[in-house]
């Protein structure tokens, strides 16, 4: 059997969510799985880096799959990208060691979410990002991104949903940034870097420092809802449409 790794990037709005759902659920799993057990002519499982949610998107998803044909990478590529609808497409496939687990092995994982802070959103960003019109404090925010920083219990950030029973996650870096060349808006930019995420960990964080970029919210509230762990002290969760998984790190 050889062992293979994959770079996948989707659009994520026609989608529920990236692992495969009950019968009639479109996912992009399910996709994938159909198209790879297609070439290779038998029922081809995938192990993936990240589980995105309904609604968001991904530039540098990672898969890996085994399979008994030695391929030819680039007729493979070519073949699987035919094959998948045009709301996926396959960036590169590589040999990797027997070993190699897309989701098992990564190290880190890395999600941006896209914001319009102006008075309109271009028709080019409205499935890709959401608009707020208030002007928002920049550099605060800025600053309270820095806040979230380290190795901490996050269950006032996640989904009351979030299965699971560890909640101490490690953020490496989180930074916003600002580009004014997306169509003429003004796109603010949070890009976040950790080992892992928990369930709608991104959106309620984003969703937290929208209010303090509003001034509706302090940033010492955030010392607050990591120290009595209450998902009621954190901000609202925004809308998935504006989530990209940006980047999956290896050793």
């Known amino acids: 059997m050889t062992n293979y790794k994959a770079v996948i990037e989707y659009d994520g709005t026609g989608f529920s969510g990236f692992q495969i759902q009950p019968e009639g659920l479109r996912t992009i799993q399910g996709e994938i799985v159909k198209a790879l057990s297609h070439i290779l002519n038998k029922e081809t499982g995938i192990s993936y880096a990240g589980r995105t949610d309904s609604g968001v998107h991904a530039t540098n998803q990672v898969i890996s799959f085994k399979c008994d044909d030695n391929l030819d990478l680039y007729k493979f ?137 509003k001034g509706i919210r302090n940033i010492s509230t955030i010392e607050d809802a990591f120290k009595h762990n209450d998902r009621n002290l954190a901000g609202k969760i925004v809308e998935p449409k504006g989530l990209f998984l940006t980047g999956v790190g290896y050793k």
């Open 77 to 213: 590529k070519w073949s699987l990208n035919c094959l998948l609808p045009e709301d996926i497409s396959v960036r590169s496939v590589e040999r990797v060691s027997d070993t190699f687990n897309s989701r098992r092995d990564a190290i880190w994982r890395e999600y941006s979410y896209f914001l319009v802070n102006d008075n309109y959103q271009s028709v080019f960003l409205k499935r890709y990002s959401i608009l707020v019109c208030k002007k928002l404090d920049f550099d605060l925010m800025a600053k309270s991104c820095k806040v979230f920083i380290g190795k901490k219990d996050f269950t006032s950030f996640c989904s009351p949903n979030d299965d699971k029973e560890n909640k101490i996650r490690e953020v490496f870096d989180f930074d916003i940034f600002k580009n004014n060349s997306f169509y003429g808006n003004e796109v603010i930019i949070f890009k976040i870097k950790a080992n892992s995420f928990l369930y709608n960990m991104v959106r309620i964080i984003v969703g937290t420092l929208i209010e303090i970029g």
